[in-house]
């Protein structure tokens, strides 16, 4: 049924349609247009009947055929009111075999950052996150999540935000001149794989986005604070266009990271297993490693969890 529905949506997005032409291209009866014509104004689509037929005049609906409608990106849309975990999801569907799926939630209740932290995921935020099947070595996954913040510093850019990148994956708002920031997206990417190929991966993002900074934990933001309420349906949309941008030209991911990076520059303690490491960040690598230039030289961070400092 939601093929015919979104068959009929292709059909106004040229213009007002006839009941009677409808039914003719798509060979089911006028009833059957009209019925279907009420279950997309049920979903929000904002349909006007007019002497020269059914008009589409707004789409104001967050659902999978609203996102799916004028897409240009490869993804099939699933969507949930409520979900644990989108990325909880998506790995389901990687092990049923799906490929090029965004999974959807308008709220979340299980979400989970880096390290298992908690991560509060309320109404009105985007929380999305894309199983992936690349042709790439485990080595390049990385640059997935890197893919994934550039995409949504850009398109929290396009929305008004001073959004930058964090190493390796938060999307912050600068405060001031000395490195402090707070937190506007983060990105939690999972994969599977063996050492020369990698199954999928699923980089999962969560965007502060219509959520009041007071609903928010201490030193986080939202777009509504920075800028203003997004349309979360069209935000959705160019996030998963700049995020196929990206992953079909892993080439343009660590120029276009270090254009959007807050890390580089600052004077940064980045803990990991073998001992923190306190240090100046100097630079990215090609597969998105930190060089920290320590008093002792320069040391490259695969993955750790990176702390601005303020300057001495």
Not at 153 to 167: F, L, N, Q
Not at 241 to 249: A, G, I, Q, V
Request: net charge negative; proline share 5%.
């Amino acid at each position: 049924m939601n093929e015919t529905r979104r068959a009929i949506l292709e059909a106004l997005a040229d213009g007002p349609a006839s009941g009677p032409e409808l039914a003719a291209t798509l060979d089911i009866s006028r009833a059957a247009v009209w019925k279907h014509i009420e279950a997309l104004r049920e979903a929000e689509f904002e349909i006007e009947s007019g002497p020269t037929g059914y008009e589409l005049t707004d789409v104001t609906a967050y659902n999978a055929l609203a996102v799916e409608f004028g897409l240009e990106a490869p993804f099939s849309i699933e969507y949930h009111d409520v979900v644990n975990s989108t990325n909880n999801r998506a790995r389901a569907l990687a092990a049923d075999g799906a490929a090029n799926v965004a999974v959807i939630a308008n709220e979340q209740t299980g979400g989970r950052g880096r390290l298992e932290r908690e991560w509060t995921a309320p109404v009105g935020g985007v929380w999305v996150s894309i199983l992936t099947r690349p042709t790439i070595t485990a080595a390049q996954a990385p640059l997935y999540t890197l893919a994934a913040a550039v995409a949504t510093a850009t398109v929290a850019r396009e929305a008004g935000v001073d959004a930058r990148i964090k190493w390796p994956n938060d999307v912050v708002v600068p405060v001031g001149d000395d490195g402090d920031y707070r937190k506007l997206a983060g990105i939690l990417t999972e994969m599977e794989g063996q050492p020369d190929r990698v199954d999928w991966v699923v980089p999962g993002i969560g965007v502060n986005a219509n959520i009041d900074a007071a609903d928010l934990p201490e030193g986080a933001t939202s777009i509504r604070e920075e800028a203003g309420d997004v349309d979360r349906r069209r935000f959705v949309q160019r996030l998963l266009e700049e995020f196929e941008r990206y992953r079909t030209d892993l080439e343009a991911v660590v120029p276009a990271w270090r254009d959007l990076a807050l890390t580089l520059g600052q004077r940064v303690r980045v803990d990991r297993p073998a001992g923190e490491i306190v240090g100046e960040a100097v630079d990215i690598t090609e597969s998105g490693a930190l060089e920290v230039e320590t008093d002792d030289g320069r040391v490259t961070v695969s993955a750790g969890d990176c702390e601005h400092l303020r300057p001495v």
